[in-house]
């Protein structure tokens, strides 16, 4: 059962119809080279989950977060959304074993009144609060939305032996990031439909679409990467500072 700390800013003030923004923060750091969960690496002297839930506080439309995150580190999350004093965010929950697992837990925690959902990689700090509203304006005119840029490079099929088998043509071919916005309805659906029939995915879309459900492409900006390897983080950290958020 997850584990759920609630009424973090108990003056939050709800309201009918809200959007909430559930952040996938279970991240390890394997891939870092790191035996620490990868978000709190620090990037001018500010952990980038700091950076990721800026974006979600500062974005209009959105009226509050959901962090999910490993119990381990709930004390640390919770250290750093009071010490940057994120009002929006209303709970923690425990994660699962898997991130499908660690979203449905999320969506457990979701109030009354929510009638959007952005699901989001706790990982992906560089997204703006221009996209943000974007992917909400999407999902509330379709059911489902995701940002998206197009492929930029040649795409190559290959064998079980690593040929070239085929060149893939790249005119509809899009990289699918977060956040991903659905109907709450919508998206507790999938999960159970999931849940029920063993159905794995590697992000909530395909859960939607196995429901038989679209889900529309926000275009998105290329920077919106998904910190995994050391390279992204010196990416990342270039294009904070090309961008302002720090000096």
Do not use: W
Not at 87 to 116: F, H, M, P, W, Y
């Amino acid at each position: 059962m997850a584990k759920i700390i609630k009424g973090l800013f108990p003056s939050f003030e709800k309201k009918e119809n809200t959007v909430t923004a559930i952040i996938a923060a279970g991240g390890s750091g394997s891939r870092m080279g790191i035996d620490f969960n990868k978000l709190f690496l620090s990037i001018d002297e500010r952990p980038i989950i700091a950076y990721t839930l800026d974006a979600f506080e500062n974005c209009r439309e959105v009226d509050d977060i959901i962090i999910v995150a490993s119990e381990k580190d709930f004390a640390f999350v919770k250290e750093i959304v009071e010490a940057f004093g994120y009002e929006k965010v209303t709970s923690i929950v425990t994660g699962g074993a898997t991130r499908q697992e660690s979203v449905r837990r999320g969506l457990s925690a979701l109030s009354d009144e929510c009638d959007i959902v952005l699901i989001h990689d706790g990982a992906r700090p560089l997204v703006t609060t221009q996209s943000i509203a974007n992917c909400i304006e999407e999902t509330r005119e379709n059911g489902a939305a995701a940002l998206g840029t197009p492929v930029k490079d040649t795409i190559k099929l290959a064998d079980s032996e690593g040929f070239i088998k085929d060149t893939v043509p790249r005119e509809n071919l899009y990289l699918i990031q977060t956040p991903q916005g659905f109907d709450r309805n919508l998206i507790v659906d999938a999960h159970n439909y999931a849940t029920q029939n063993n159905l794995d995915a590697t992000d909530d879309c395909k859960l939607v679409e196995a429901l038989g459900k679209k889900v529309t492409i926000v275009p998105s900006e290329s920077s919106n990467i998904k910190l995994t390897t050391p390279d992204d983080y010196f990416i990342i950290s270039a294009l904070l500072a090309y961008r302002g958020d720090f000096e």
